[in-house]
């Protein structure tokens, strides 16, 4: 099996560049990535404009107060107007509570546009990955693929409240306050705005240092999340055990749990002493406004409340300013986070139907490979020329050292991973003119080590044929000598298997795989023989399940087993990705050959591995 499935590789097939190199420091928010972020809200964009519609509103509500606050003190005060002072107040807290309840519908919509925006996205990064080919799933990190699925497309969802509705909040704030304040009075509105260019400066520095804080804390986050899954899984766990890992393991996650601690403190504080600043710079505004608001004032151009009005309405132009210069480090954030998916979407699944729509025929499977070049990676060749014909109905057993290219070939049939050049043909037609599902629909798949889900027995038999009849499966569990096996089992074919339940040896998963594939019955049978580590028992049961499945099909199989390779209609001896040796049993006995070599070393158990 090599490496198919081990762990983590980064480098080779271009997959693993896309995904962990670093890149540009700065998020990229060119007017094609924002669009492609726009496209995203499209299908919501009536309760966007509602959203925007309520924001206006409440924007122009909120002016009320201060100035209602400026004629209570101009002029139901002075005049001891007790109905003038009441229908102030009144008015005042109607449009408060009016402003609350618009708050509360906005929010609604809020959550609705962005929750719904984030299912959008997971459906499609879930079709999308699908697609994607086995290398990719190879080489990628553990648990890079949930974190981008989980933690990074639900952080969208924030994107709508925090950028958009703020953005366009603060917006309408800033405008309907600074008109407000200008027709109140100029001269002060001026003053007042002076102190807005100290809050600009500092913010594009601090935005830049709280953007790359945030990108290296979810660095280290995933870092420690892949270090979790690789150690404390069950093999990783396992390894890490007879390997006496322990301390190392543990001092290596201990230090990227106190990088990432120390950069989340840091990436705290460095927003705390921001907002300080921001503090410090909006109080000046107000001190100015009295110290100059009071001089027009003795000078008889204004009026008291019409101070109070104009201080209050000021508190109204801060805290937007304030805020959107918070929003220009929340955009880095989201746009990071949008990168960060949409660098998933944007890799290309390799292995893609050709447009054609052809399907296997099925009465003349076999199966030819012509001058077959294949390499996972770049200059180390796995298959050099390989060509042979599985002839239709016949068994072909692949022997050959660990690491000869056997388990390649397997691969390349059912389009795990697409050749490099030269064909493969199933009944005279190149794999690649039928649709994918064709081509996999006919090809069952038995792996050396048969993957079950967590699951009952029979769901997983009926993962095969979901409308398989109860009498299908016991009869295809019985054609897989598995059959009394099951039943013995306390709760039957709906044993769970897997962690959560019963844990069956690799002789039995294998022959409730190769009843998984009897269920499915295709025309081309693919099967890694199980190795030595087998019983005999099992073995025995193995041999006579192998003997059903393989019936009358045309099948490739690895074969580890003498009893296979007597059986086997044709043999391919391969060593170094090419086949050196064709012929059967007898025939390549005589050749003296690398065949002669395997079988004399590993006559004495039966077994070739
Ligand atoms: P066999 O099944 O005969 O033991 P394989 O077909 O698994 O051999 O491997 C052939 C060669 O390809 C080996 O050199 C192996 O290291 C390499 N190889 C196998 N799988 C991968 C992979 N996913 N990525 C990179 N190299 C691989």
Redo the contacts with the bound molecule.
């Keep these: ?4 499935m ?1 762990p983590s ?1 980064m480098s ?1 097939n271009g997959y693993g560049r896309m995904l962990f190199d670093d890149g540009s420091p700065k998020p990229n928010m060119s007017k094609k990535m924002l669009i492609r972020i726009g496209k995203y809200f499209l299908p919501y964009w009536k309760q966007t404009v509602l959203v925007m519609f309520i924001l206006l509103l409440t924007s122009v509500l909120g002016l009320l107060p201060p100035l209602f606050i400026q004629h209570i003190v101009d002029r139901a005060l002075p005049n001891k107007d007790m109905q003038l002072l009441v229908i102030l107040v009144l008015a005042s807290l109607g449009t408060t509570v009016t402003s609350g309840l618009l708050g509360v519908l906005q929010n609604y919509l809020n959550s609705f546009i962005s929750q719904n925006i984030v299912y959008d996205m997971k459906n499609q990064m879930y079709l999308h990955l699908q697609k994607m080919p ?2 990719f799933f ?1 080489n990628v990190k553990q648990g890079e693929v949930i974190t981008r699925m989980t933690s990074d497309i639900s952080g969208i969802q924030g994107v709508f409240n925090t950028n958009v509705v703020n953005f366009v909040s603060n917006l309408f704030v800033l405008v309907t306050t600074s008109v407000t304040l200008i027709i109140l009075n100029w001269k002060l509105a001026i003053l007042g705005m002076v102190v807005v260019p100290l809050f600009i400066v500092p913010t594009r520095k601090m935005g830049n240092i709280r953007w790359k804080l945030a990108k290296q804390t979810q660095e280290k986050m995933s870092e420690q999340n892949h270090i979790i899954q690789e150690t404390l899984s069950v093999s990783g766990y396992l390894l890490m055990k007879l390997f006496t890992r322990d301390t190392k393991e543990y001092s290596s996650f201990q230090t990227v749990n106190a990088e990432s601690t120390r950069l989340q403190i840091r990436e705290s504080m460095a927003g705390r002493w921001f907002m300080m600043l921001l503090t410090t710079f909006t109080s000046i505004g107000p001190m100015l406004i009295y110290l100059f608001g009071g001089y027009l004032f003795i000078q008889g151009e204004i009026t008291v409340g019409g101070i109070i009005g104009f201080v209050a309405l000021l508190n109204r132009f801060y805290s937007p300013v304030g805020q959107m210069t918070n929003l220009y480090v929340n955009i880095k954030r989201s746009v990071a986070l949008f990168e960060r998916i949409f660098e998933y979407f944007d890799m290309k699944p390799r292995i893609t139907d050709a447009g054609s729509t052809l399907s296997i025929d099925t009465t003349k499977p076999d199966i030819e490979f012509r001058d077959v070049c294949f390499s ?2 770049e200059d ?1 060749p ?1 298959l050099r020329e390989v060509s042979f014909t599985a002839a239709s109905g016949t068994m072909t057993a ?1 022997v ?10 397997t ?1 390349l049939i059912p389009r795990l991973y697409d050749l490099n050049s030269g064909s493969i043909r199933i009944g005279g037609t190149d794999i690649r003119d039928f649709t994918l599902e064709s081509l996999r629909s006919h090809i069952g798949l038995v792996t050396q080590d048969s993957y079950l889900f967590n699951g009952t027995i029979k769901e997983n038999l009926l993962y095969a044929k979901s409308d398989a009849s109860d009498q299908e499966i016991i009869d295809a569990c019985q054609a897989a000598y598995i059959h009394d096996d099951i039943v013995k089992f306390p709760d039957g074919y709906d044993t769970v298997v897997g962690n959560r339940g019963i844990k069956l040896s690799g002789g039995e998963k294998q022959r409730i795989s190769i009843a998984r594939v009897l269920l499915k019955n295709p025309t081309i049978i693919i099967m ?1 023989e199980a190795t030595s580590s087998l019983d005999t028992v099992s073995e025995y049961y193995i041999q006579k399940a192998m003997h059903q499945l393989l019936h009358n099909k045309t099948s490739i199989v ?1 074969a580890h087993r003498l009893s296979t390779i007597m059986a086997a209609d044709k043999i391919l001896v ?1 060593q170094d ?1 090419a086949i050196i040796e064709e012929g059967t049993h007898e025939h390549l006995l005589d050749q003296q050959g690398l065949y002669k070599e395997l079988y004399d070393k590993q006559f004495e158990r039966k077994v070739f591995t």
């Design positions: 099996m090599a490496r198919m081990g590789g080779g086995l290398q190879s996972y990676q180390t796995a692949l050959g050292p660990s690491g000869a290219g056997k388990t390649t070939i691969n890694d690895i391969l990705g």
